[in-house]
């Protein structure tokens, strides 16, 4: 039930609402769940909570290289709907100042890896700026492109396709393989 959540969200995050919330005492804490599913449903409660005068949702471009007889089950509106967990969500709202992690290992010289947590600073059409919030690049700027992320050929999903979109997720709840 969303009211147990958003006590845990306030709990953990208890200036979250408010409009002197200090975002950068969020590189400290997350909420561990052991499920995408239960991560997901937090990150979209917190987001909603976040306040910010930045607001920006993106949604993905899915497709898929099967041969086309197969292609006519799996539709673009289709594969918006899988949600692999290596995957960035189809739709991703994101507001100024929030966490985010990286799926991906983007620059490694630059320290853009997987698991990497950043904070948000612009949200633009293309890429998003954000700062490093931990390791031994912490304050760096960067950039964030839209990159062409594969699933994974194991089964989790009825069939391989590709997803546009930027390679990250809202980090207030984390799986507890990404903390």
């Given at each position: 039930?969303?009211?147990?959540?958003?006590?845990?969200?306030?709990?953990?995050?208890?200036?979250?609402?408010?409009?002197?919330?200090?975002?950068?005492?969020?590189?400290?804490?997350?909420?561990?769940?052991?499920?995408?599913?239960?991560?997901?449903?937090?990150?979209?409660?917190?987001?909603?909570?976040?306040?910010?005068?930045?607001?920006?949702?993106?949604?993905?471009?899915?497709?898929?290289?099967?041969?086309?007889?197969?292609?006519?089950?799996?539709?673009?509106e289709y594969l918006n709907t899988l949600d692999d967990n290596g995957l960035p969500q189809h739709i991703i709202?994101?507001?100024?100042?929030?966490?985010?992690?990286?799926?991906?290992?983007?620059?490694?010289?630059?320290?853009?890896?997987?698991?990497?947590?950043?904070?948000?600073?612009?949200?633009?059409?293309?890429?998003?700026?954000?700062?490093?919030?931990?390791?031994?690049?912490?304050?760096?700027?960067?950039?964030?492109?839209?990159?062409?992320?594969?699933?994974?050929?194991?089964?989790?999903?009825?069939?391989?396709?590709?997803?546009?979109?930027?390679?990250?997720?809202?980090?207030?709840?984390?799986?507890?393989?990404?903390?």
């Amino acid at each position: 039930d969303d009211n147990y959540e958003k006590q845990l969200i306030l709990a953990i995050f208890p200036n979250i609402e408010a409009p002197t919330f200090n975002p950068n005492t969020l590189c400290d804490k997350a909420i561990l769940c052991p499920l995408d599913v239960d991560v997901n449903k937090i990150n979209d409660l917190a987001t909603n909570m976040f306040l910010s005068d930045h607001q920006k949702t993106y949604t993905s471009i899915d497709y898929t290289d099967a041969n086309p007889d197969d292609a006519v089950h799996f539709t673009p509106e289709y594969l918006n709907t899988l949600d692999d967990n290596g995957l960035p969500q189809h739709i991703i709202t994101l507001k100024v100042g929030q966490p985010i992690i990286l799926l991906r290992n983007v620059s490694t010289k630059r320290g853009m890896c997987n698991g990497t947590r950043l904070q948000i600073t612009k949200l633009g059409e293309y890429v998003i700026e954000a700062k490093i919030i931990a390791g031994s690049f912490t304050d760096n700027i960067v950039l964030i492109p839209r990159i062409p992320l594969s699933s994974k050929d194991d089964g989790t999903t009825p069939i391989k396709f590709t997803r546009l979109q930027f390679p990250i997720r809202p980090a207030l709840a984390l799986t507890i393989n990404k903390a």
